[in-house]
């Protein structure tokens, strides 16, 4: 195999934003993914296998087969889970990963989002830090993932984000019923709604069509494309250059280093099972927060006997991903229009400044609830099973709105991803154990945030309303994953630099959700876009080139 | 519910009473372990688990689980994505033969609505464990995907006045005005 410039593992929102910049720089990438390549015509809406719902399974990766984790629960023990169960800690395997079939909020983080420790000091306990870049290096990469993905939305009714300059390039969906109920609501409350920024065509744009508005968004592929993900935007356009070759159906397995302690690409088994070599200048891991953890935790050699970037033991530490806490309430008048995705008004007024608080979060009215994820979020006393559940399901499933939001989590070194000492996947390879939790003022952020969310729900006109607002025992990673090589200037204190490059071999970089010191209170993608626009743009700048061309 | 307006239906006892007799006429093929129409169940665990779920959904204005086919959807998994779950499923529905009998003399198919209420409450109590797998799929069988054998017609979302089939193509610009 032609040896190339740059192998990237993992075709998701980073791995596919790198592939794209690094070859329309003219650089030769092999872009490796473990999982096969949707289109539109794949995207069967199928209410129990889909990336939400997965009782009968992950509709795009990975498959129940020869692919487990560990989750280490304080309670229970180790248990082996199939990539279906809950405790898995899922995102997605297939081309675009996570963004082919997300909700698609595409939310900037606030500057103070990058600044948690010298704004509130680190809680006892807690692995709080300020991120080495701030939000004013990363503004020209949010416009761009703006701009090159594609967001609709509207941030005006909200004066709480950071400078930006330029507006986003569409215009939000028309309001659905559920804004007009809950906008009137939050502004008696005095608080500022305005319409969530989206990942989603609201008009025509780079060359396809707009959101039909179907019940089935989130967790499913659209079958309209108007939903922008990297398969249909910069993956494309990476291929379309003749510099990238994408490889589906291939697991990496391990990055390989020299005797001199460099990177020389990467060992993967290709869709036969087949152990392959593809050598490369340099390796972009790009395979979402705990598997690149694992990968580079399975890339052990003399010189690296711990694995790759873990010379102090904090690969696969500070693991987190989103606290969701909020409430249901139930009303005496339809709420329900049917017009998807559904999830349409926000509020951004908790994310930072409550005193006692460590931060807070964005609150937003949540996607359709399909009937299947009705059953257990009744009002309360209603009964588990039996005609009494079957009627309220009848009188509430179109007289409901469930307002939830990501808890700014509060990291610890403790919740973390391993390697398991005894459970392989079908490759052979140890798979990732996950273990420990967020730092517990989390939690009490989280209560806060589902009191915050019922109070606005009784003034829109709910007539009862429920909390959720758990504490679980092991840490909520799974879509929001992040944080497990973190981005740092001390070397013994994280994994990469600022520019995602490890910080002990230069020529091997993370850049995904992994390098995230705090994951904010909002869902993470579009901050990974934008650090996958940042890290590449420095890595081209910084590329000496070797001559080599295909 | 006023009953006298409902259009006719089945009634838990016939539908399964229907179901043996389909077994019999087709006895050629009703193999050794009494594999009826069933894919895994055997038609006395069909018989039991078909109590058991529609006491979870029962019949009102719109059918019960086993009406809307969601032995059909269970039976199905359990030879399939759920053949992880048999032996839980094997064990219960033998333990709730056994408790049935002890405290009522006889089957939980041939109880009285009463009792099998009574009966269910006592499973969920003894065997959370099995009973939260039959609640959960019994639920996913009936408000799931009718692809997989329950919800059949999508009974259920027309129960919850979802409009069937759903109504797509809202985009409200002209496609064909291209692309900005
Ligand atoms: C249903 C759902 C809804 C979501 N909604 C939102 C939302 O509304 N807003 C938001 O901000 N975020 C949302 N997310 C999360 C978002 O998708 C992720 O944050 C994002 O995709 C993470 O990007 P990434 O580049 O870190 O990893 P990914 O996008 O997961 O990409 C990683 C890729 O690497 C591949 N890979 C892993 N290991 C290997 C290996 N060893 N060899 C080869 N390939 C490998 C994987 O198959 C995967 O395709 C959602 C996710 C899901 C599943
Ligand atoms: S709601 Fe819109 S973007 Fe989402 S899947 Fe349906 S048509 Fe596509």
Sequence with gaps: MKRVNAVVVGAGAAGGIVA????????????????????????????????????????????????????????SGPRTLLPSEGGYQNNAACVGGGTLSYGAMAWRFMPQDFRMRSIYGAP????????????????????????????????????????RRRQLPMAPLPPNREFQILEPAAKRLGLHPFHIPMLRNSVPYNGRGPCMRCRWCVGFACEVDAKNGSQNTVIPTALATGNCALRTECMAREVLTDDRGRVRGVAYYDANGHLEE????????SACAIESARLLLNSKSRLFPNGLGNRYDQ????????????????????????????ASIAVADYNHGTAGLCGGGMLANE?????????????????????RHKQSMRSFYKRNIAVMGPTQPIPSADARVTLDPAVRDKWGMPVARISGNVHPHTFEIGLVQAQRAE???????????????????????????????????????????????????????????????????????????????????????????????? | MPSSKKPKRMTRRQFVAAGTMGCAALAVGCKEGNHGNWDFLNDAQARTLTAICDQIVPEDDFPSASQAGVLTYIDKQLARHYRRHRDIYRDGLAQAGAMSRERFGQEPAALAAPQMAELTSAIEKQNRKFF????????????????????????????????EPPVNGRAQYDLRKGSA
């Excluded at chain 1, 091997?508 to 901050?527: E, K, R, W």
């Design chain 1, 455 to 550: 109070l606005w729900l009784k003034e829109a006109g709910a007539v009862s309303t429920i909390l959720n607002a758990g504490k679980p025992t092991v840490v909520s990673a799974g879509q929001h994953q992040a944080g497990t090589c973190r981005m740092g200037i001390d070397p013994q204190a994280s994994v990469v630099n600022r520019n995602c490059q490890i910080h002990d071999v230069d020529n091997v970089f993370v850049i995904d959700g992994s390098v995230h010191v705090t994951n904010g209170g909002f869902n993470p993608v579009l901050t990974i876009m934008a650090i996958a626009y940042l890290a590449s743009e420095s890595l081209v700048r910084n590329w000496k080139g070797t001559g080599f061309r295909s």
């Design chain 1, 278 to 285: 593809q050598l490369s200048d340099i390796v972009i891991v």
């Design chain 1, 124 to 163: 006892a306990g807690s692995s709080l830090e300020d991120w080495p870049i701030g939000y004013d290096d990363l503004e020209p990469y949010y416009e761009k993932a703006e701009y090159e993905i594609g967001v609709s939305g509207d941030y005006s009714g909200s004066p709480f984000f950071g400078p």
């Design chain 1, 315 to 342: 690969v696969g530490r500070n693991l987190q991903g989103h606290h969701y806490t909020g409430a249901m309430g139930f009303f005496d008048a339809d709420t329900y229009d049917d017009v998807g995705p559904g």
């Design chain 1, 20 to 75: 794209k910049e690094l070859a329309t720089a003219g650089l030769s990438v092999v872009l490796l993914e473990r999982g096969k390549w949707y289109t539109a015509n794949d995207c069967r809406k199928d209410d129990l296998r889909n990336q939400r719902t997965t009782v009968l399974g992950n509709a795009f990766g990975p498959e129940d087969e020869g692919n487990p984790r560990v989750l280490f629960d304080p309670h």
């Design chain 1, 367 to 387: 996607f359709i609830r399909l009937p299947i994820q009705m059953v257990d979020r009744m009002p309360a006393g209603t009964p588990r099973w039996g005609l």
């Design chain 2, 132 to 163: 939260d797998l039959v609640r959960s799929h019994t639920f996913e069988g009936y408000y799931g995907a009718p692809r997989h054998g329950g919800n059949r017609n999508a009974v259920s979302w027309r129960m919850l006045g979802m409009a």
